[in-house]
Structures are given as C-alpha cells and as structure tokens.
Nanobody
Framework: VQLVESGGGLVQPGGSLRLSCAASGSIFSIYVMGWYRQAPGKQRELVATITNGGSTNYADSVKGRFSISTDNAKNTVYLAMNSLKPEDTAVYYC???????????????WGQGTQVTVSS
C-alpha cells in the first residue's frame, strides 16, 4: 500500500492550499483517513480525520479554517486549508487505517509528507 501526497507549497498568510493524498495497492477497505503535521522541533500532531462513514474530527487549532473530505471511489483524501497562518507551517502527512485483505488485520499507513510553508 502506498500513500502519495501532493499540493503542498509556499503561501502567504491568509492564503489557501489544498492537499491531496491517494492510496493505492492492495486495499480491501479503508476505515479512517487523516492528516497529521509536524513542525520543526515539535511532535507530530493530528490535524483532521474522516471515517468511511463521513464522520470528521479536527484539531481545535484548525476548526473553521480547514476541511477534510474524501473520494472513496478513488481512495483519496483531501485537506482544504484556508486562512493559513505562519503557525500552520509544517510537514503534512497523510494517514490511512485500513485492511489489505478480508482476513488480514488492520494497519496504519503513512505518506512521505508534503511541506506547507506559510510566510510573507
């Protein structure tokens, strides 16, 4: 299973970006997809998650500014980020909690990360 992120970059404060993450490979079912971030010198933290039923969860710091969504047919998760702040600068990682085959246990998979820099 591979998770490939795209959409990061440099943006000015107040700007917007949209991240995408596509999961590929042997996948039986994806239960939760999400985004995490890690700023320099800090621990990785949850940004947002979404279940296969559409339930979402956001970090307090991004509520009202970020929106997570999925295209289940494409095994893809998106993160729309608006009103970006310098403190949103971090490497953003995609995560999927899934089962590769019907008799296999569930596992976590991670993307390679995409840099988001918010600066004037």
């Amino acid at each position: 299973v591979q998770l490939v992120e795209s959409g990061g970059g440099l943006v000015q404060p107040g700007g917007s970006l949209r991240l995408s993450c596509a999961a590929s490979g042997s996948i039986f079912s994806i239960y939760v997809m999400g985004w995490y971030r890690q700023a320099p010198g800090k621990q990785r933290e949850l940004v947002a998650t979404i279940t296969n039923g559409g339930s979402t969860n956001y970090a307090d710091s991004v509520k009202g500014r970020f929106s997570i969504s999925t295209d289940n047919a494409k095994n893809t998760v998106y993160l729309a980020m608006n009103s970006l702040k310098p403190e949103d600068t971090a490497v953003y990682y995609c995560n999927a909690y899934l089962r590769r085959a019907v008799l296999e246990a569930t596992s976590d998979y991670w993307g390679q990360g995409t840099q988001v820099t918010v600066s004037s």
